[in-house]
């Protein structure tokens, strides 16, 4: 029998991405991203829709090309139905949905979070894959969530922040250090050659699995304010080392809580997902804590972490085995369903 190949289309956010799946095996992955939004510190969500017109034919088209097949080979279509920014959601649902029409094939909805999470299980995407059940620390500019995953589809979330998302987090303070958006893989670049001792910050006190980042924001920009006062050449002066102190700072605070999860809920493995777990740092703090005997962790290849359209197909593939289909009455939800 024929392993059914799935076309996977991701567009909830700055990301424009197709990717071409069969069962579980990547065979193209193509990403635009937006370089509109550097220069105003965040995404523009009507750039951002009126970007993923422009970059979606383009991107999909590519990704047939290099998957080498046809389109009459495609056996179903993935989307991201949300939660995201819904300019950017309609336009790939609204192409999912005249694609499916045409070439006559199912249609199917992906959560966009479930797939940062799913990401682990594709082909190529970790050499030891997370056993069931583990925890999942997910961790992107939207979201910072620590997910209980007993089975593909079963998932509960355990705890998430109650303000700013991690990434968020690294973004605000990157703009605050004049760093272009988004600041993540620029902060974490600068602190490998930081001292994360040099500046301590206090870490937030919030209840059960929870987290908070807004404090740690606020705490950055007065401690900056008031050094630039003293000296107005303080941040490219301790540039590297406030990148250290602040990654340091939000490393700690989502280990510590990760710890407490795999502590409470008695689970030893642990995986991690979304943009933020690019971070060098915190891959290195989860690595320690293996090579404690602490838990397993499981950390997928950079390119699965940040958005990307691979995890919508591989979503779209399990659930093609389940024929979880949608009709053409679907529609885009900012948020998560
Ligand atoms: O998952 P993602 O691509 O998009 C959302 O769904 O939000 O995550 C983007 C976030 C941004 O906040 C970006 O700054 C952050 O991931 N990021 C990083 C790194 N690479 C990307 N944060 C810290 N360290 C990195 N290396
Ligand atoms: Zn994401």
Redesign the pocket.
């Known amino acids: 029998m024929n392993i059914p190949i799935i076309l996977g289309i991701e567009s ?4 424009t991405s197709a990717a071409v799946i069969q069962g579980r095996k990547i065979l193209s992955h193509v990403t635009a991203h937006q370089k509109v939004h550097q220069k105003y510190g965040g995404v523009v969500p009507e750039m951002a829709s009126r970007a993923h017109q422009q970059n979606i034919v383009p991107v999909i088209h590519q990704a047939i090309l290099e998957a080498n097949i046809q389109k009459k080979d495609i056996s179903a279509i993935a989307f991201t139905k949300g939660p ?1 920014l819904m300019g950017s959601l309609l336009v790939g649902v609204s192409f999912a949905k005249s694609m499916a029409m045409a070439l006559d094939i199912p249609l199917i909805e992906v959560n ?1 979070i479930q797939a ?1 999470i799913l990401a682990h299980f594709i082909d190529d995407a970790n050499e030891k894959p997370p056993n069931f059940p583990f925890l999942c620390l997910t ?5 910072t969530q620590i997910v209980l995953i007993k089975d593909y589809f079963d998932m509960e979330i355990l705890g998430e922040t109650l303000d700013d ?4 987090a ?2 605000k303070i ?1 703009k605050m250090l004049g760093l272009d ?5 620029e ?3 600068l602190a490998q050659k930081g001292n994360p001792e040099k500046f301590t910050f206090t870490m937030p006190k919030v209840d059960k699995l929870n987290f908070s980042f807004s404090g740690l924001k606020t705490a950055v920009l007065y401690f900056l304010e008031k050094e630039n006062k003293k000296n107005s050449n303080f941040i490219s002066e301790n540039l590297n080392d406030l990148c250290a102190s602040v ?1 340091k700072t ?1 490393i700690e605070i989502l280990i510590q809580k990760l710890k407490s999860a795999a502590l409470e809920y008695n689970i030893s493995n642990i995986a991690i ?10 891959r290195n703090a989860l690595i320690k804590e293996e090579l404690s005997g602490l838990w397993v962790c499981s950390i997928p290849k950079f390119e699965y ?4 359209a691979a995890m919508i197909a591989l979503v779209g593939s399990l659930k093609f085995d389940k024929k979880e289909f949608v009709d053409l009455s679907v529609s885009a939800s900012a948020r998560s369903f």
Not at 305 to 308: G, K, L
């Open positions: 909830s956010c700055d990301d995201g966009h940062h961790v992107s500019g939207g979201h998302a991690a990434g968020e690294f973004d990157g958006y988004p600041a993540g893989a902060i974490d670049k990654q939000i997902a979304g943009g933020v777990s690019a971070n060098s740092g915190l972490t940040t958005d990307n």
